[in-house]
Each structure stands twice: as C-alpha cells, then as structure tokens.
C-alpha cells in the first residue's frame, strides 16, 4: 500500500508541519551569552504524527505522536535532542508503516487488528518527580523515559500499585515536602465518571490512591492543590459512550450546563468532598496557582466562556470564531462554608500559566502566561487552538501590575519555563522557544529572558537550525538532579 499524504489543512501545515525527525545537535550557536547558573535540561512535549491519518480526514494536533525534546544546557553549552516516546500505539503503526487508530480519542473508530493495544500518544507534560521523567497524556497512563538517553523505559502504573488506566498530564508538586499530587478522569475507562486520586510520595513510590464519582464524565486537564486542600475543576465538556460507539466525538461542550469545583482535603478522604457549583458553559484548561487565604481558597484560572478549541466547539455544533471567546485571567474566590464562588478579572486574556516552583500551593506574587495579541499582528495559524501566540505576560495577580513582551507579526512564543537563580534578589530567567516566520517557511530559536524584565527581551538566543513543532508544555531540571538520576 502506497504512503498516505497528510490532509492539506492547518493541522499538517506551516508550524504545524509534522517533522518526523529523531535529532541529536551538540554545541548550538549561542547569541549573547547563558548565565552559568543556567545548567540542566528544558525538556518538551511536541506532538509530531509519524504517520497521516488512518481516515484520510483531517485531525487535529493533539493526535500527534508524542515527541520528547530536551536542550540541555551546561557552561553555556547547548545541545539538542528529540526522540519518539516508543509507546504501543507508535510501535503498533511503525511495524505497520501506517496508521491503524482512528478518530481522536474514539476506540471505536480504529482498526481492528489494535484492539486492546494502549491509544495514548504521551505527547502532553514532560513531568519530573523523584529522579524519573515522565511523558504524560490524561488518556492513559504515563510512559517513563530516561532522562540521558531519552529512550522510552516503559508505561508506568508504579509497579502495578496504580489501578486508574489514566495519569493527567498536570500534576502538582509541593515545593516543601517534594510530594506529587496527580489524579485520572475516566479512571475506569472511556467516558466513566470516576476520577482517582492519588499521591506519590518524596522517595517516588505511590501513597495513596483513592476514586470519587464526578457530576458528570468531563475533560479534567487541570487541577490545583493548596496547603490544605485538592480542587477538582469539572467544565461542561462531556464524553458519552453511546456517542462514541456511533463513530461520534469524544468531546461535546454542553453551553447551558453548569461547571462544578469539587474540593476535598488533600490528605483527607474522598467521601469528605464538597461540590460547588459554578457558572455554566465556562470553560478553562489551565490554573496559573491556588492558595488558603483565611478560610476562603484563591484560584486563578485561564477562564473563557467556551471551549477554547475549535474542533470542540464544531463537534458541539457551536458557531463562533475564535475572535469572538471571551476569556481572561480571573480569580475565584472560593467559600467553602457558603458553597459560593465569587469572581474578578486580573488580567487580560492568555494561557499556558507558569509560576516559580517555590510558589505552588501558596500565596504568591507573580507569575507569567502568553497570548495572542491581535494588535501585534494577523495570527499565525497553529497547535490546538489554531493561533499562534505572540505575546509573553508577566503578571503580579493581587495587585492587577502588569509587563508585556511583544513579539510582532512574524514571531510565535511556546511555554516558557522558569529557571531560578541561587540569588534571592534575582527573579531567575525564563526559556521559551520562540518561532519565526522565514520566506515559505518557519525558523525557531531558544530565547533566554530576565523573568522580573521580560520586556527587554532576550538576554541570549539559540538558533535551532532544524524544523521544530509547536510543544505543548515543557519542565526544566537543574543539572544536579540530572547527574544524580544518571547516578541512580
């Protein structure tokens, strides 16, 4: 059977142009100069389909097969990595030199000769907890990569000591007691209401793990922690089996139907939850951080007034274009004793929110998200959301203070992540691969930028002179905890 091309749409092309590459470049060109105390390894999620689609129809980013991308960065040094995360679903299509799964996240659409075999693609959250790389996808359980080679060790359920078939790709880990707080939505399987809670603990093994039953069979992308509490955000995207078994979509936004905060203790038990309920039709994908504030609990969350993703809302058969969601950084005022949520705007619309790792869980002062910035420029189509951002935000959240990094109309920025600095008086810097537009193509480059001055722009650039795939998010690991996993 001849080779299928990939669907000519935005999916498969200009930034989204799949590179199906495994690369290895040491000794980048370094413009300007890296801090020393800049040392370890920025690690990224990018989808990057090895394959077209098995349907011939278009699909949509998040289908990719997972791609782990590591600079690693040492004396100013720089070296780039990507290997494929070696998962059965990728090993399944690459002895069959095509694709056999079918439409996302719909079993039931795949062919016949994978039934059974793991769909996750682990192209979400490069997550790092007690001396282990994790590739995670809320779809499944995460795959363990090392974290030197970056060849794939093997799906990871702690040894058999995990029951839920699903890991999200957002955990939480406190920055005092170095413990993992994760869970799983369609614990049981496609389209169920049961969400498990789990703890891992400073050493890596599982604590804890318990199941509660959700309001509904909802997306669960993100959730918070604070000192005292785990919050559980349900949003009116909903999964039915029925509708799946009919060939359908996995996710329908539901507009009329209300959201739901589920919180509980967070070393408490599940029966000790509390549902609140919120707004309807809203909807968020990311939490920026949450805190205990005399009796009451903060929650600052990417909030808009629908499904952010397109193929979603068309799924759902909501019209709108992208320009018209309304969306903002806002905070949730959470009092528990009156079960009521109140809410105010901080800031202007973004996602992808990032805070310094010492902040998680606790009161804090700033943080950083980008967004799409019409005023910068027309948009340049890519991941999910099909626009690109072009604006970098830093955010002090209490008191509304704001800074921007505009990019222009020819740059896209990724997720930052945040590297500090051993001076207490130093905000640290922030890495973020930044996209360009060059002739009928794309050129990226790792930008290097003062967190508490973005808007001077980078201090250092790196030219990265291959394709590069928008990631999804991305870690950062200090070079001591690297040599003492390598150690291990």
Known sequence: MAARAFPPSLHYQGLNAPVRMEIDIRDLPVEGEIPAEIAGAFFRAVPDPAHPPMLGEDDNVLSGDGMVGRFLIEDGHVD????????????????????????????????????????????????????????????????RVDPITLETIGRWDWNGALKSETMTAHARIDPETNEMFAYGYEAAGLASRQIAYFIVGPDGELQSEQWFEAPYAAMVHDFAITEKFAIFPLFPTTADLDRLKAGGAHWVHQQDAPSWIGIMPRYGKVDEMVWIEGPAGVHAYHFMNAFDDNGAIQIDVCLSDTNAFPFIRSASGIDRHQSTVRSSLSRWTIDL????????????????????????????????????????????????????????????????????????PTRAINEPVHVPSSDPGHGGWLLAVVDERAGDGFKSALWVIEASDIAKGPIATVPVPVPMRPQVHGWWVPQAELEAAARA
């Open 337 to 408: 004793e009156a079960k009521a949520i109140t809410e105010r705007v901080v800031g202007p619309p973004g996602d992808l929110p990032m805070i310094e790792r010492k902040d998680q869980a606790r009161p804090y002062g700033h943080g950083w998200y980008i967004t799409y910035d019409p005023n910068q420029g027309p948009p340049i189509p890519a991941g999910p959301v099909e626009t690109a951002c072009n604006t970098l935000f830093r955010i002090e959240p209490g008191n509304g203070r704001l800074e921007a990094l505009g990019l222009g």
């Open 80 to 143: 780039y990595t990507t290997r494929y995360v070696r998962t059965e679903r990728f090993e399944a299509e690459r002895k069959a030199r095509r694709s056999l799964f079918g439409k996302y996240r719909n079993p039931f659409t795949d062919d016949p000769s994978v039934a059974g075999v793991d769909r996750t693609v682990a192209n979400t959250t490069p997550i790092w907890h007690a001396g282990r790389l994790y590739m995670t996808k809320e779809d499944g359980r995460a795959y």
